[in-house]
């Protein structure tokens, strides 16, 4: 039984449409991440499984159970057995986080609701913070709580609305191994809301990409990064390119040479264009992997960090930004090396600008996955 499936949901606000005849399922036990840009329907489609808006079309099921559906009334959120997190914590301002995580086990009747909610606080290791209130707590120690209270009523399904995005860096990564470690752990399912490709790809079985309203693509993390199924999958998933490809001699060009006959350049013709995915492009550390085809591109600028250079280049008219080995000075000439054997080759007409990520907001997402 899935813990989640939805099917032709469709939701319309106005003369706009946010969902489009979405398909969705998740299994028991896994979590599915979402990521979209803003307006994709992200929210809407969470909102529409807690039950905080009623879809224009389609069925939702949870763990089996028709939710909503045509012909008949919604269920209520407090019905449909779920767990949430959102952004803002949403924690009650006059009681303790025990009573915080106590109190739906307690209006569930549920017997030693304080005993359970201690023991859930403690499992997110807040169990010596029992009596503050959420105004003695950091941000963190707020988000901690409410997952806390999320998952002490036992849900069917955990929902989660960007609920890392108001954190520092450092508490994000902190808290998303926990929630995926306190999940698994208690064998549950979810559904994770979210703007960062790392958050993602680092704790979603599944990772979907959300785009007006249509699922693109929905794959395992590893699977979505090397074989993105449209071009604006790949463009969200920072996928470098596009390079224009030219047919000669029967054979694929990009601008600095042809494309070996496993990049499927038999299969692609005029006006395709090359991107390449995640690993197959790397500053030259070494002499090239077997495979590997060697080009020269221009150093924009070079950045210190704690994992090394990252360096800014660009290669043919695109702008690339990858680890590299050493210091670069902008306008140094460095080798990368390219796995063009992995190349994503796209074909027909180029995505529309109207359905790009745009530029400023994919520039965004890069630094917020830095």
């Known amino acids: 039984m899935n813990a989640l499936e939805l099917i032709g949901v469709h939701k319309h606000f106005g003369g706009h449409t946010a969902l489009r005849g979405l398909d969705l399922r998740i299994e028991a036990g896994q979590i599915v991440c979402l990521l979209g840009a803003s ?17 224009d079309g389609g069925t939702v099921r949870i763990a089996g159970l028709v939710v909503a559906g045509p012909g008949q ?18 924690l009650w301002p006059h009681l303790s986080a025990l009573d915080n995580v106590a109190l739906p086990l307690r209006a569930r009747k549920m017997a030693h609701a304080a005993e359970q909610a201690l023991d859930m606080l ?19 120690q707020q ?21 890392l995005s108001n954190l520092d860096a450092a508490l994000r990564e902190e808290l998303r191994e926990l929630i995926g470690g306190v999940v698994r752990e208690h064998g549950l399912s979810a559904l994770y ?28 993390p590893r699977t979505l990064l090397a074989m993105p199924r449209d071009e604006h999958v790949a463009r969200f998933v920072h996928a470098p390119g596009p390079w224009p490809l030219r047919r000669a001699g ?25 991107y390449l995915p995640a690993g ?17 591109a221009e150093v924009l600028r070079c950045t210190a960090t704690p ?36 190349a994503l080759i796209y074909e027909g007409r180029e995505t529309p600008a109207s359905q790009r990520v745009p530029t400023a907001e994919l520039e965004l997402e890069r630094e917020k996955t830095i």
């Open 250 to 274: 029967g054979l694929l060009h990009a601008p600095w040479g042809a494309l070996p006959a496993a990049a499927g350049t038999d299969r692609a013709g005029h006006g395709a264009r090359l």
């Open 307 to 342: 994992q090394g250079f990252e360096l800014h280049v660009t290669l043919h008219g695109v702008a690339l930004r990858l680890m590299g080995p050493a210091w670069r000075a902008p306008g140094d000439r460095v080798e990368l090396h390219l796995d063009l054997r992995q």
């Open 280 to 296: 197959s492009l790397r500053a030259a550390d070494g002499a090239p992997r077997d495979g590997d085809s060697a080009v020269t």
């Open 122 to 140: 403690r499992r997110v290791g807040l169990q010596g913070l029992r009596d503050r209130r959420p105004h003695e707590l950091s941000g963190g």
């Open 39 to 55: 307006g994709s329907g992200k929210t809407t489609l969470l909102r529409i499984v807690a039950g905080l808006e009623a879809p």
């Open 193 to 220: 809301i979210t703007h960062d490709h790392r958050e993602a790809f680092s704790l979603g079985d599944q990772v979907g990409i959300l785009d007006a309203g249509v699922l693109r693509q929905i794959d395992a």
């Open 73 to 90: 009334a919604a269920l209520p959120p407090e019905r449909r057995g779920l767990g949430m997190v959102f952004q803002d914590y949403a």
């Open 143 to 163: 988000q901690r709580v409410a997952l806390a209270r999320a998952l002490a009523v036992r849900p069917r399904l955990l929902l989660c609305d960007e609920p």
